[in-house]
Protein backbone atom coordinates (compact mmCIF):
# COMPACT_ATOMS: atom_id res chain seq x y z
CA UNK A 1 0.00 0.00 0.00
CA UNK A 2 1.48 3.27 -0.87
CA UNK A 3 1.12 6.53 1.46
CA UNK A 4 0.35 8.72 -2.05
CA UNK A 5 -2.59 11.21 -1.86
CA UNK A 6 -6.24 10.23 -2.96
CA UNK A 7 -4.28 7.97 -5.34
CA UNK A 8 -4.38 4.14 -5.95
CA UNK A 9 -2.72 2.37 -4.02
CA UNK A 10 1.29 0.71 -5.65
CA UNK A 11 0.25 -2.84 -4.38
CA UNK A 12 -2.53 -4.98 -5.83
CA UNK A 13 -5.60 -6.50 -4.21
CA UNK A 14 -4.73 -8.23 -1.17
CA UNK A 15 -6.02 -11.82 -1.07
CA UNK A 16 -4.79 -13.55 -4.09
CA UNK A 17 -3.79 -16.69 -5.42
CA UNK A 18 -0.14 -17.74 -5.50
CA UNK A 19 1.33 -20.71 -6.00
CA UNK A 20 2.53 -23.78 -3.99
CA UNK A 21 6.53 -24.77 -4.69
CA UNK A 22 6.59 -28.72 -5.01
CA UNK A 23 5.94 -30.85 -2.14
CA UNK A 24 9.23 -31.93 -0.60
CA UNK A 25 8.88 -35.97 -0.20
CA UNK A 26 8.99 -36.95 3.06
CA UNK A 27 8.60 -33.23 5.15
CA UNK A 28 6.98 -34.25 8.42
CA UNK A 29 4.45 -32.35 9.44
CA UNK A 30 4.15 -29.42 11.94
CA UNK A 31 1.39 -28.21 14.06
CA UNK A 32 -0.26 -25.38 14.23
CA UNK A 33 -2.28 -23.71 17.08
CA UNK A 34 -4.79 -20.90 16.69
CA UNK A 35 -4.72 -18.72 20.16
CA UNK A 36 -5.46 -15.43 21.19
CA UNK A 37 -3.18 -12.95 22.76
CA UNK A 38 -3.92 -10.31 24.59
CA UNK A 39 -1.74 -6.92 23.83
CA UNK A 40 -2.31 -4.42 26.65
CA UNK A 41 -0.52 -2.09 24.20
CA UNK A 42 -3.85 -2.19 22.17
CA UNK A 43 -6.59 -1.80 25.10
CA UNK A 44 -8.32 1.99 24.77
CA UNK A 45 -7.64 2.54 21.26
CA UNK A 46 -10.57 4.55 19.55
CA UNK A 47 -11.39 2.03 16.76
CA UNK A 48 -12.30 -0.76 19.23
CA UNK A 49 -10.07 -3.21 18.11
CA UNK A 50 -9.90 -6.04 20.15
CA UNK A 51 -6.75 -6.31 22.35
CA UNK A 52 -7.43 -10.13 21.84
CA UNK A 53 -5.52 -10.87 18.91
CA UNK A 54 -5.52 -14.03 16.87
CA UNK A 55 -2.32 -15.77 16.22
CA UNK A 56 -1.20 -18.61 14.52
CA UNK A 57 1.60 -20.67 16.25
CA UNK A 58 3.22 -23.26 14.03
CA UNK A 59 5.44 -25.83 15.97
CA UNK A 60 8.23 -27.61 14.15
CA UNK A 61 7.85 -31.27 13.76
CA UNK A 62 10.10 -32.38 16.82
CA UNK A 63 8.63 -30.32 18.85
CA UNK A 64 6.60 -32.88 20.81
CA UNK A 65 8.78 -35.57 20.68
CA UNK A 66 11.61 -33.50 22.51
CA UNK A 67 9.91 -31.73 25.55
CA UNK A 68 13.27 -30.48 26.74
CA UNK A 69 14.75 -28.82 23.70
CA UNK A 70 14.36 -25.44 22.95
CA UNK A 71 13.87 -22.87 19.81
CA UNK A 72 14.53 -20.04 18.15
CA UNK A 73 11.43 -18.40 16.96
CA UNK A 74 10.74 -16.59 13.54
CA UNK A 75 7.65 -13.69 13.95
CA UNK A 76 6.07 -13.03 10.25
CA UNK A 77 4.24 -9.99 9.65
CA UNK A 78 0.88 -9.99 6.84
CA UNK A 79 0.38 -7.89 4.37
CA UNK A 80 -3.03 -4.73 4.12
CA UNK A 81 -6.11 -5.99 3.66
CA UNK A 82 -5.35 -10.08 5.14
CA UNK A 83 -5.18 -11.18 8.79
CA UNK A 84 -2.75 -14.38 9.43
CA UNK A 85 -5.03 -16.82 8.17
CA UNK A 86 -5.17 -15.13 4.59
CA UNK A 87 -1.14 -15.15 4.85
CA UNK A 88 -0.55 -18.48 6.00
CA UNK A 89 -3.03 -19.21 2.81
CA UNK A 90 -0.80 -17.06 0.65
CA UNK A 91 2.54 -18.67 1.84
CA UNK A 92 1.14 -21.64 1.74
CA UNK A 93 1.61 -22.97 5.50
CA UNK A 94 2.12 -25.45 6.21
CA UNK A 95 3.61 -26.87 3.26
CA UNK A 96 6.14 -24.21 2.94
CA UNK A 97 7.38 -24.59 6.61
CA UNK A 98 7.55 -28.21 5.90
CA UNK A 99 9.31 -28.39 3.24
CA UNK A 100 12.13 -26.08 4.43
CA UNK A 101 12.75 -28.37 7.25
CA UNK A 102 12.32 -31.58 4.79
CA UNK A 103 15.10 -29.60 3.11
CA UNK A 104 17.05 -29.44 6.03
CA UNK A 105 16.43 -26.23 7.70
CA UNK A 106 16.87 -26.57 11.56
CA UNK A 107 13.73 -26.28 13.33
CA UNK A 108 12.15 -23.62 14.15
CA UNK A 109 8.76 -22.13 15.47
CA UNK A 110 7.27 -19.91 13.28
CA UNK A 111 4.63 -17.54 14.37
CA UNK A 112 1.67 -15.38 12.42
CA UNK A 113 0.40 -12.87 14.45
CA UNK A 114 -3.32 -10.63 13.15
CA UNK A 115 -3.20 -7.20 12.58
CA UNK A 116 -6.05 -6.63 10.30
CA UNK A 117 -8.01 -3.41 11.69
CA UNK A 118 -11.28 -1.74 10.80
CA UNK A 119 -9.59 -0.16 7.64
CA UNK A 120 -8.17 -3.75 7.01
CA UNK A 121 -4.49 -2.69 8.28
CA UNK A 122 -2.76 -1.54 10.97
CA UNK A 123 0.69 -0.10 9.33
CA UNK A 124 1.88 -1.85 12.18
CA UNK A 125 2.91 1.37 14.11
CA UNK A 126 1.68 3.54 17.03
CA UNK A 127 -1.36 5.04 17.43
CA UNK A 128 -4.50 5.98 19.74
CA UNK A 129 -6.58 5.46 17.03
CA UNK A 130 -5.71 1.83 16.18
CA UNK A 131 -3.70 1.07 19.30
CA UNK A 132 -0.10 0.21 19.45
CA UNK A 133 0.27 -2.61 17.09
CA UNK A 134 4.11 -1.87 17.09
CA UNK A 135 4.48 -2.61 20.64
CA UNK A 136 1.93 -5.40 20.42
CA UNK A 137 4.33 -7.53 17.73
CA UNK A 138 7.64 -6.56 19.74
CA UNK A 139 6.45 -6.63 23.13
CA UNK A 140 3.46 -8.27 24.25
CA UNK A 141 3.67 -11.00 21.14
CA UNK A 142 6.77 -11.56 22.50
CA UNK A 143 6.44 -11.98 25.82
CA UNK A 144 3.50 -14.56 25.06
CA UNK A 145 5.52 -16.95 22.89
CA UNK A 146 7.85 -16.89 25.45
CA UNK A 147 6.24 -17.88 28.65
CA UNK A 148 4.42 -20.29 26.69
CA UNK A 149 6.25 -22.24 24.36
CA UNK A 150 9.40 -23.81 24.91
CA UNK A 151 11.63 -20.51 22.89
CA UNK A 152 15.28 -19.94 23.38
CA UNK A 153 14.38 -16.05 24.80
CA UNK A 154 17.23 -13.74 24.03
CA UNK A 155 17.32 -11.56 20.33
CA UNK A 156 19.79 -13.77 19.03
CA UNK A 157 17.11 -16.22 18.60
CA UNK A 158 14.49 -14.34 17.17
CA UNK A 159 13.75 -14.12 13.41
CA UNK A 160 11.65 -10.71 12.26
CA UNK A 161 9.94 -11.09 8.69
CA UNK A 162 7.01 -9.39 6.48
CA UNK A 163 5.54 -8.90 3.56
CA UNK A 164 4.15 -5.85 1.79
CA UNK A 165 2.99 -3.86 4.49
CA UNK A 166 4.36 -6.66 6.50
CA UNK A 167 7.37 -5.44 4.64
CA UNK A 168 6.95 -2.12 5.83
CA UNK A 169 6.07 -3.73 9.63
CA UNK A 170 9.13 -6.03 9.49
CA UNK A 171 11.23 -2.27 8.35
CA UNK A 172 9.73 -0.25 10.55
CA UNK A 173 9.30 -2.50 14.14
CA UNK A 174 13.24 -3.86 13.00
CA UNK A 175 14.97 -1.00 13.25
CA UNK A 176 13.31 0.55 16.21
CA UNK A 177 13.77 -2.99 18.08
CA UNK A 178 16.92 -4.47 17.42
CA UNK A 179 16.63 -4.96 21.13
CA UNK A 180 14.48 -7.40 20.54
CA UNK A 181 14.65 -9.39 17.32
CA UNK A 182 18.19 -10.67 15.82
CA UNK A 183 17.67 -11.18 12.27
CA UNK A 184 15.68 -9.50 9.79
CA UNK A 185 14.03 -10.11 6.32
CA UNK A 186 11.69 -8.02 4.05
CA UNK A 187 10.04 -9.07 1.66
CA UNK A 188 8.70 -6.65 -0.66
CA UNK A 189 8.17 -3.93 1.63
CA UNK A 190 5.72 -1.24 0.74
CA UNK A 191 5.59 2.33 2.11
CA UNK A 192 8.91 3.44 1.82
CA UNK A 193 9.32 6.66 0.73
CA UNK A 194 7.81 10.02 1.96
CA UNK A 195 5.00 10.47 -1.17
CA UNK A 196 4.49 14.02 -3.00
CA UNK A 197 0.54 15.34 -3.31
CA UNK A 198 -0.80 13.61 -6.27
CA UNK A 199 -3.18 15.19 -8.67
CA UNK A 200 -6.64 15.69 -6.50
CA UNK A 201 -9.14 13.44 -7.32
CA UNK A 202 -12.61 15.65 -6.26
CA UNK A 203 -14.57 12.88 -6.12
CA UNK A 204 -12.80 10.72 -3.86
CA UNK A 205 -12.05 13.50 -1.17
CA UNK A 206 -15.69 13.66 -1.58
CA UNK A 207 -16.00 10.20 -0.41
CA UNK A 208 -13.81 10.28 2.44
CA UNK A 209 -15.35 13.21 3.96
CA UNK A 210 -18.75 12.15 3.40
CA UNK A 211 -18.12 9.25 5.94
CA UNK A 212 -20.38 9.83 8.62
CA UNK A 213 -19.65 5.90 10.64
CA UNK A 214 -17.55 3.70 10.82
CA UNK A 215 -19.52 1.42 9.17
CA UNK A 216 -20.10 3.01 5.89
CA UNK A 217 -16.26 3.14 5.78
CA UNK A 218 -15.97 -0.63 5.92
CA UNK A 219 -17.84 -0.07 2.28
CA UNK A 220 -15.56 1.48 0.44
CA UNK A 221 -13.91 0.43 -2.29
CA UNK A 222 -10.23 -1.15 -1.41
CA UNK A 223 -8.18 2.05 -2.70
CA UNK A 224 -10.02 4.10 -0.42
CA UNK A 225 -9.87 1.75 2.51
CA UNK A 226 -6.42 2.00 2.20
CA UNK A 227 -5.99 5.79 2.74
CA UNK A 228 -8.04 5.95 5.83
CA UNK A 229 -5.76 2.94 6.76
CA UNK A 230 -3.13 5.44 6.93
CA UNK A 231 -4.09 7.98 7.78
CA UNK A 232 -5.48 6.56 11.16
CA UNK A 233 -2.07 5.06 12.23
CA UNK A 234 0.14 7.91 11.06
CA UNK A 235 -2.13 11.02 11.49
CA UNK A 236 -4.77 10.07 14.35
CA UNK A 237 -7.13 12.50 15.60
CA UNK A 238 -8.53 11.57 19.03
CA UNK A 239 -10.86 14.90 18.75
CA UNK A 240 -12.07 13.98 15.53
CA UNK A 241 -14.97 11.77 15.57
CA UNK A 242 -16.31 9.36 14.42
CA UNK A 243 -12.90 8.05 12.12
CA UNK A 244 -10.73 10.04 14.95
CA UNK A 245 -7.99 10.40 12.13
CA UNK A 246 -6.98 13.48 9.81
CA UNK A 247 -7.33 13.36 6.03
CA UNK A 248 -4.07 15.07 3.61
CA UNK A 249 -6.85 16.60 1.46
CA UNK A 250 -9.64 18.33 3.60
CA UNK A 251 -12.23 20.87 1.61
CA UNK A 252 -10.05 20.26 -1.25
CA UNK A 253 -6.89 21.36 -0.30
CA UNK A 254 -3.50 19.65 0.91
CA UNK A 255 -3.16 19.75 4.75
CA UNK A 256 0.77 19.72 4.90
CA UNK A 257 1.05 19.13 8.41
CA UNK A 258 -0.74 15.62 7.78
CA UNK A 259 1.67 14.89 4.81
CA UNK A 260 4.68 15.91 6.84
CA UNK A 261 3.05 13.12 9.40
CA UNK A 262 2.63 10.40 6.85
CA UNK A 263 6.38 11.26 5.89
CA UNK A 264 7.63 10.98 9.54
CA UNK A 265 6.28 7.39 9.32
CA UNK A 266 8.55 6.55 6.00
CA UNK A 267 11.38 4.18 6.61
CA UNK A 268 13.65 5.83 3.65
CA UNK A 269 13.19 9.03 5.87
CA UNK A 270 13.69 7.52 9.75
CA UNK A 271 16.12 4.87 8.39
CA UNK A 272 19.34 7.46 8.91
CA UNK A 273 18.58 7.25 12.89
CA UNK A 274 18.83 4.01 13.17
CA UNK A 275 21.99 2.72 11.67
CA UNK A 276 23.51 2.31 15.12
CA UNK A 277 20.51 -0.57 15.87
CA UNK A 278 20.39 -2.19 12.35
CA UNK A 279 24.54 -2.51 12.66
CA UNK A 280 22.97 -5.33 15.87
CA UNK A 281 21.49 -7.42 13.14
CA UNK A 282 23.57 -10.40 12.66
CA UNK A 283 22.18 -10.40 9.20
CA UNK A 284 19.62 -8.45 7.11
CA UNK A 285 17.72 -9.12 4.27
CA UNK A 286 15.48 -7.96 1.63
CA UNK A 287 13.83 -9.15 -1.65
CA UNK A 288 11.23 -7.81 -3.99
CA UNK A 289 9.78 -9.27 -8.07
CA UNK A 290 11.56 -7.63 -10.82
CA UNK A 291 7.56 -6.43 -11.91
CA UNK A 292 6.50 -5.31 -8.67
CA UNK A 293 5.89 -1.50 -8.81
CA UNK A 294 7.98 -1.45 -4.85
CA UNK A 295 11.10 -2.24 -6.66
CA UNK A 296 12.44 1.24 -6.71
CA UNK A 297 11.55 2.09 -3.26
CA UNK A 298 13.55 -1.24 -2.17
CA UNK A 299 16.57 -0.70 -4.14
CA UNK A 300 16.47 2.92 -2.70
CA UNK A 301 16.82 1.31 1.17
CA UNK A 302 19.17 -1.26 0.20
CA UNK A 303 21.57 1.35 -1.50
CA UNK A 304 21.45 3.25 2.14
CA UNK A 305 22.32 0.24 4.08
CA UNK A 306 25.34 0.08 1.39
CA UNK A 307 26.04 4.06 1.67
CA UNK A 308 26.50 3.00 5.50
CA UNK A 309 28.90 -0.40 5.32
CA UNK A 310 25.56 -2.72 6.53
CA UNK A 311 26.12 -5.87 5.42
CA UNK A 312 22.15 -6.75 3.55
CA UNK A 313 21.70 -9.57 0.93
CA UNK A 314 19.06 -8.33 -1.78
CA UNK A 315 17.66 -9.71 -4.48
CA UNK A 316 15.29 -8.73 -7.02
CA UNK A 317 13.67 -11.68 -8.17
CA UNK A 318 11.26 -12.79 -11.74
CA UNK A 319 7.87 -12.14 -10.27
CA UNK A 320 5.87 -9.39 -9.05
CA UNK A 321 4.07 -8.53 -6.17
CA UNK A 322 2.71 -11.70 -4.67
CA UNK A 323 3.49 -14.58 -7.76
CA UNK A 324 6.51 -16.33 -5.45
CA UNK A 325 6.17 -15.25 -2.62
CA UNK A 326 5.29 -19.25 -0.97
CA UNK A 327 8.60 -20.23 -2.45
CA UNK A 328 10.15 -17.73 -1.26
CA UNK A 329 9.17 -18.25 2.23
CA UNK A 330 10.35 -21.61 2.09
CA UNK A 331 13.28 -21.37 -0.11
CA UNK A 332 14.89 -17.98 0.98
CA UNK A 333 13.52 -16.76 4.52
CA UNK A 334 13.55 -19.52 6.37
CA UNK A 335 16.66 -20.73 5.27
CA UNK A 336 17.86 -17.17 5.91
CA UNK A 337 17.05 -17.64 9.73
CA UNK A 338 18.07 -21.09 9.82
CA UNK A 339 21.22 -19.76 8.67
CA UNK A 340 21.65 -16.58 10.39
CA UNK A 341 19.69 -17.34 14.66
CA UNK A 342 21.13 -18.75 17.21
CA UNK A 343 19.76 -22.20 18.46
CA UNK A 344 21.78 -22.42 21.45
CA UNK A 345 20.52 -21.37 24.65
CA UNK A 346 23.27 -19.34 26.58
Known amino acids: MAACVLAAPAVSLAQVGTKAPPVVAGAKPVTIQRIKVHSVAIEGNLEAESADRDVLVVLPPGYAANPKKRYPVVYALHGYSIGAEQWSREIHVPQTVEGAFGKGVAEMIVVLPDSKTLHNGSMYSSSPTTGDFETFVSRDLVAYVDQHYRTIPRRESRGLVGHSMG ?56 GLRAQLATAAAWSPNPKRPPLYLDLPVENGAVRTDVLAKWAANAPLAFVDQYIGNLRRYKAIAMDVGDRDGLKDDATKLHEVFDRYGLANNFEIYPGDHTSDVATRFQDYVLPFFGKNLAFQAR
Open 167 to 222: GYGASRIGMRHADVFGALYMMSPCCLSPREPGKVDPEAAATLAAIKTPEEATKLPW
